[in-house]
């Protein structure tokens, strides 16, 4: 959607009240049936957290400035994960900004105001409290790896503001009371059940097609516990692990890990992976001709826009466990242009499950600062944790609605699904009842790889 369309739209519509963040955009068409869309998605949006917000009696910084915290390891191996995040935040707030910021606070703009955590828990916990007690933000987006998350979660905790935890699976984030975060999308126990149902799913269909399996992750909260849960979930099933191994994030030779695929043949093999390790163990195994029945895999370097431009065909039949894929907006005809907009403003970078995140995390915020009227960061978090987000909001991209456990922070209605990657796209195929028409699972994965294929 072109900046100057954008303009008009805005112009045409600016004494209409939408609610949320500033109402709805049009899907793709013409200019005409852009604008239709957009009034008619107007009044069907009217009341809502609009409603909630038009009884504030006070609201703080009318007209101003709000500024919102970003912390992300903007340096190191999880950088390009960052950068993704970042994408989806800085475009929800450019959308809600254009359309008028926050209407029920005279139209305040949202500035973010950015932090690196270097993948560090003391320095994200140190970048937090400056965002906090020095820029005066409202709340914070954050902050991927789930222990730096931990650290950042305590400091908003500490000083009572909202933390809306982005791209951060760990399952501690939402073990006991935590009442200043929420989590939107899947933790990790989501994650290892989901690839513990395929499996069994898969023997089902085939009686006996996955009896071995290895274990592949990185050396950090996050591989550990999927790790645990993998073993957990493998036992259950009386699947036997014949690989287990444990890699730092800057590893730079798998060699030896992929010698042992190769010795024990697993028929499945389960990764918690970032970019830098997915991409090497990926082009290693391609280099050997190692191909399991199943690449399970955790939603993470696998995801990253330059894996593709990295390892090409060499991911072909590789599974990818999301709460996210770009055919969620597939199935969203409504929502196309949220995707075709990305791509446009991105130079054709397409949504990742992290860009995602970072729109849906942003939303949340503006949502919240709409219903409580008032940048004060404990009106926005009593705001925050009763939102009720349907799955057809207009700005909403997972299929699923959004709402909080009031005690823990966890929307209790994330779903991981998983995708496969056929000819280098990410498709949806798991539960089989979300392939789009057209898209089935291949099990195999192996059959779509080019090592297979060129037998």
Not at 12 to 27: Q, R
Not at 224 to 232: I, N, R, S, V, Y
Not at 289 to 305: F, H, I, R, V, W
């Amino acid at each position: 959607m072109k900046k100057k369309l954008l303009a008009v739209i805005l112009a045409a519509f600016l004494a209409v009240s939408l609610a949320a963040c500033g109402g709805d955009s049009g899907g793709s068409g013409d200019s005409g049936s852009k604008e239709t869309e957009k009034a008619e998605k107007a009044e069907e949006t009217q009341g809502g957290t609009q409603a909630a917000s038009d009884t504030a009696a006070d609201p703080g910084n009318a007209g101003g400035t709000i500024k919102l915290g970003v912390l992300f390891p903007y340096t190191g191996s999880a950088a390009a994960v960052a950068e993704d995040a970042q994408k989806g935040i800085e475009f929800a707030v450019d959308e809600v900004n254009s359309r008028g910021g926050i209407k029920s606070m005279g139209g305040a703009q949202i500035e973010l105001i950015y932090g690196d955590t270097q993948s560090n828990e003391e320095a994200a916990a140190s970048e937090a409290e400056r965002l906090i007690s020095h820029e005066g933000v409202s709340a914070i987006l954050g902050c991927y790896q789930s222990t730096v998350t931990l650290s950042v979660q305590n400091i908003c905790e500490k000083y009572h503001v909202p933390l809306a935890i982005t791209c951060s699976t760990g399952d501690a984030l939402t073990e006991g009371p935590h009442p200043y975060s929420v989590t939107i999308h899947e933790q990790n126990m989501d994650t290892t059940k989901s690839h513990a149902q395929f499996i069994s799913d898969m023997n089902a269909k085939e009686p006996g097609a996955i009896k071995t399996a290895a274990i592949l992750r990185q050396n950090d909260d996050w591989g550990q516990a999927l790790g645990d849960g993998w073993q957990e979930e493998l036992a259950a099933l009386d699947i036997e692990i014949v690989v287990d191994e444990v890699f730092a994030m800057d590893v730079t030779d798998l060699t030896t890990v992929v010698t042992k695929l190769v010795d024990k043949n697993p028929d499945v093999v389960l990764n918690a992976c970032y970019f830098q390790s997915m991409s090497l163990l990926t082009q290693t195994m391609a280099g050997v001709g190692y191909e399991p029945k199943a690449m399970l895999c955790s939603s993470s370097g696998e995801t990253d826009n330059d894996f593709i431009p990295t390892v090409g065909n060499n991911a072909d039949g590789f599974f990818t466990v999301s709460g996210w894929g770009e055919d969620v907006l597939a199935s969203m005809p409504d929502k196309a242009w949220i995707g075709e907009e990305y791509i446009e403003r991105n130079n054709g970078e397409h949504y990742t499950a992290e860009s995602a995140a970072g729109w849906a995390a942003a939303m949340v915020i503006c949502e919240s600062l709409e219903a409580a009227g008032s940048d004060d960061a404990e009106a926005i978090n009593t705001a925050m944790r009763a939102l009720e987000i349907p799955e057809d909001s207009w700005w909403n991209i997972y299929p699923y609605p959004i709402s909080f456990n009031q005690e823990t922070g966890k929307n209790e209605n994330a779903i991981p699904v998983m995708g496969q990657f056929q000819d280098t796209k990410i498709k949806l195929i798991y539960p089989e009842s979300i392939a789009v028409e057209g898209t089935e699972l291949v099990f195999p994965g192996y059959e779509l790889s080019p090592v297979y294929k060129n037998r």
